[in-house]
């Protein structure tokens, strides 16, 4: 068993350090909110090579992220 559930959504993702390609479950992604597009980003822990991995999240990706049930931070601005 691969861990997947029938209908559950999956991303395609990609390591920037070992080069891996693999889809992931919602569960696995986690997806931060912040009030910039330099605070918005989803991770994940590489299934490959075990590095945890941030990439920026634009509109689009943040769509589709909550849309498939990812786990989602909302950052609040301290100023």
Do not use: N, Q, W
């Not at 945890?52 to 992220?65: D, F, Q, S």
Request: overall charge positive; proline content about 5%; aromatic content about 6%.
């Amino acid at each position: 068993m691969d861990g997947r559930v029938p209908g559950a959504a999956m991303f395609k993702a990609a390591c920037p350090d070992c080069r891996g390609r693999f889809e992931l479950a919602a569960s696995a992604l986690r997806l931060a909110i912040g009030g910039s597009r330099r605070t918005t980003f989803y991770s994940f822990t590489c299934p490959d090579c075990g590095t945890a991995v941030r990439k920026p999240a634009g509109e689009r990706i943040v769509e589709l992220l909550t849309g498939g049930g990812v786990r989602t931070l909302r950052l609040h601005s301290t100023v």
